[in-house]
């Protein structure tokens, strides 16, 4: 009965440097707490999904981000919450310093290491691509 619940559009970003991708851990007493997720966020009414990413990087991590192309798209329901439609994107570059914002901590960590950390149940299938090394590319939807 997953349909009558609401959907929520969310965009994340996948920011590589030197090799490491940037994970960011949910803040105890949040909802799902301490668990690992990319930085991003709810997709606010009016924006495209990469405005949308380009605002919570910036919210959350203090950086003008270059958005690229969309890497991976999958949906989730969270049992008798809400589903999840969830639409990562490459970060091309982005100017500034990443600075913590709205986690209780951020990394960078070789990709083979990020099935080592509890990760949001939406993100499961992408965290096995990318720490495999087999997320394919995706050109325009």
């Known amino acids: 009965m997953s349909s009558s619940l609401p959907t929520i559009s969310v965009v994340a970003g996948l920011i590589q440097q030197q090799g490491l991708l ?28 990469e405005e949308s990413l380009h605002r ?37 570059d982005f100017q500034g310093t990443p600075r913590n914002q709205a986690f209780e901590q951020i990394r960078w960590v070789p990709p083979a290491s990020l099935p080592t950390f509890d990760f949001l149940a939406g993100d499961t299938e992408l965290i096995t691509l990318l720490s495999q090394g087999t997320l394919p590319e995706v050109g325009p939807v």
Do not use: M, N, S
Request: aromatic content about 12%; overall charge negative.
């Open 22 to 49: 940037l994970i960011c851990q949910r803040r105890r007493g949040g909802a799902f707490e301490l668990q690992w997720e990319f930085p991003g966020g709810k997709v606010e009414p009016g924006e495209t999904y």
């Open 56 to 92: 919570e990087l910036h919210e959350e991590l203090d950086i003008d981000a270059r958005i690229g192309p969309e890497r991976y798209r999958t949906r989730h329901h969270y049992a008798g919450q809400h589903t999840v439609e969830l639409v990562f994107f490459d970060v091309i």
